[in-house]
T-cell receptor, first 112, second 114 residues
Framework: DQQVKQNSPSLSVQEGRISILNCDYT??????FLWYKKYPAEGPTFLIS?????DKNEDGRFTVFLNKSAKHLSLHIVPSQPGDSAVYFC???????????FGAGTTVTVRA | NAGVTQTPKFRILKIGQSMTLQCTQD?????MYWYRQDPGMGLKLIYY???????DKGEVPNGYNVSRSTTEDFPLRLELAAPSQTSVYFC?????????????FGPGTRLLVL
């Protein structure tokens, strides 16, 4: 049972434009959300996170938005750069739990 | 710090063979995890450990075993390899279960069972 869903397997964007990645979750008990980035032949690396007490968290070019009522979060990358080409995973967990539930990932390709 | 290291990087097994995937972390983390990633799928938790001597099953434990005799090491054992175990395996570790803690991943082991 997939509790975290990323319905867009891929996204292609021109360099300098905005990339928007979407993630939906079904379990209303999740209260901490993370985005991981993965390059080929490497492990995922942590990118940015957000707690359910917030609706936005920003870190440089990366911003995550959380809409609890819709059980939806999104990751915005502005401006997109060629080095952002990677697979992005959305993940979620319960308060003070250590286990993560992952989405299937979205492959982002930034075109020059 | 090397972080989380995994060996081997790639392995081909015949059906019915066994092998151990090695995972070591040098961050003194209590929590360690094994995931598998199949094409087009997210990471699925196989087993996890909250400290030396303590392990528990995740979502997809069948066909695997683990042990945690030290804080640093968390090997994953496949006893009778099956084609369904063809996947990429990631080991991860984290320090705390608190809200701001995140998991650190190794580079992965690609396993092909033929």
């Amino acid at each position: 049972d997939q509790q975290v869903k990323q319905n867009s397997p891929s996204l292609s964007v021109q360099e300098g434009r905005i990339s928007i990645l979407n993630c939906d979750y079904t379990n209303s008990m999740f209260d901490y959300f993370l985005w991981y980035k993965k390059y080929p032949a490497e492990g995922p690396t942590f990118l940015i996170s957000i707690s359910s007490i917030k609706d936005k968290n920003e870190d440089g070019r990366f911003t995550v938005f959380l809409n609890k009522s819709a059980k939806h979060l999104s990751l915005h990358i502005v401006p997109s750069q060629p080095g952002d080409s990677a697979v992005y995973f959305c993940a979620a967990r319960y308060s003070n739990d250590y286990k993560l539930s992952f989405g299937a990932g979205t492959t982002v390709t930034v075109r020059a | 710090n090397a972080g989380v290291t995994q060996t081997p990087k790639f392995r081909i097994l015949k059906i019915g063979q066994s092998m151990t995937l090695q995972c070591t972390q040098d961050m003194n983390h209590n929590y360690m995890y094994w995931y598998r990633q199949d094409p087009g799928m997210g990471l699925k938790l196989i087993y996890y450990s909250v400290g030396a001597g303590i392990t528990d099953k995740g979502e997809v434990p069948n066909g695997y075993n683990v042990s945690r005799s030290t804080t640093e090491d968390f090997p994953l054992r496949l006893e009778l390899a099956a084609p369904s175990q063809t996947s990429v395996y990631f080991c991860a570790s984290s320090g705390l279960a608190g809200k701001k803690e995140t998991q650190y991943f190794g580079p992965g082991t690609r396993l092909l069972v033929l």
